[in-house]
């Protein structure tokens, strides 16, 4: 959704019927106003880069997305297909380090290596933040 690249032109393609009254309010104040009252940036048609708009790729992705519409999906779960598009020169030296990758915009990232999961065996990484506290504890009360 937003304005293409073709000034004056804007778009909200593809909304569902549940999303139809928030993406028409953030349209209407994205056109009037300038800017969204809410952060719209995941589904800014402007986030797309130019491998996205190949066809092959776009065949493949949306087969994926019809195969997996309607299943519960893990936000972490990566794509399958089309995978993978975007290698750095390091790649095949990561991939025999046993790396397990992570699409990012078209690039494959390594988010962990398989030569790591005895560090973390019998940990239950469900329970912990980003910030590496447990969220079953209290937090600490801040004074200033």
């Known amino acids: 959704m937003g304005e293409t690249s073709i000034k004056g032109l804007w778009t909200a393609n593809a909304v569902w019927i549940t999303h139809a009254g928030g993406v028409g309010k953030a349209m209407a104040e994205w056109i ?28 493949a992705r949306g087969k994926q997305n019809y195969r997996e519409v309607y299943d519960i999906i893990h936000p972490l779960q990566q794509m399958e297909q089309p995978r993978p598009l975007r290698r750095s020169p390091f790649y095949s030296r990561l991939e025999g380090q046993k790396a397990h990758f992570f699409e990012t915009m078209g690039w494959e990232r390594p988010q962990w290596y398989e030569s790591n999961a005895e560090l973390i065996k019998g940990k239950n990484f469900l329970t912990w933040n980003r910030l590496g506290s447990s969220i079953g504890h209290p937090f600490k009360q801040l004074s200033i």
């Open 32 to 59: 009037v106003n300038g800017e969204p009252e809410l952060d719209v940036r995941q589904g800014d048609i402007n986030r797309f880069h130019p491998h996205h708009h190949v066809r092959k790729y776009l065949r």
